[in-house]
Nanobody
Framework: QVQLVESGGALVQAGGSLRLSCAASGLTFSSKMMGWFRQAPGKAREFVAAISRYSTIYYANSVKGRFTISRDNAKNTVYLQMNSLKPEDTAVYYC????????????????WGQGTQVTVSS
């Protein structure tokens, strides 16, 4: 049974930093492309960042230069370091995994976590 468990969400002031973690189990983590997505209230879920099995990295333009995705295959964990947070970063952040092609499209991800809330106050 595949499980993705996010953690690290919190309430933080604008300009602050958070580090999200996603611990994976039940899958061959090192062979998966891992992604972070987010969904703000009343909005569709959107792509944030992704890292391939070869550590090729992709970012949404809205977070480029502020967020950093990384993975630790020994710990089956993917991270999202978020710096210079803005109120518009407020959302539920989801971790996802796919064994398919390199992609930033959410419908191509096979497995999803339950999400972790990030709230940025102004």
């Amino acid at each position: 049974q595949v499980q993705l468990v996010e953690s690290g969400g919190a309430l933080v002031q604008a300009g602050g930093s958070l580090r999200l973690s996603c611990a994976a189990s039940g899958l061959t983590f090192s062979s998966k492309m891992m992604g972070w997505f987010r969904q703000a209230p009343g909005k569709a879920r959107e792509f944030v960042a992704a890292i391939s099995r070869y550590s090729t990295i992709y970012y949404a333009n809205s977070v480029k230069g502020r967020f950093t995705i990384s993975r630790d295959n020994a710990k089956n964990t993917v991270y999202l370091q978020m710096n210079s947070l803005k109120p518009e970063d407020t959302a539920v952040y989801y971790c996802a995994a796919t064994g398919g092609q390199v992609t930033t499209r959410e419908w191509e991800y096979d497995y999803w976590g339950q999400g972790t809330q990030v709230t940025v106050s102004s």
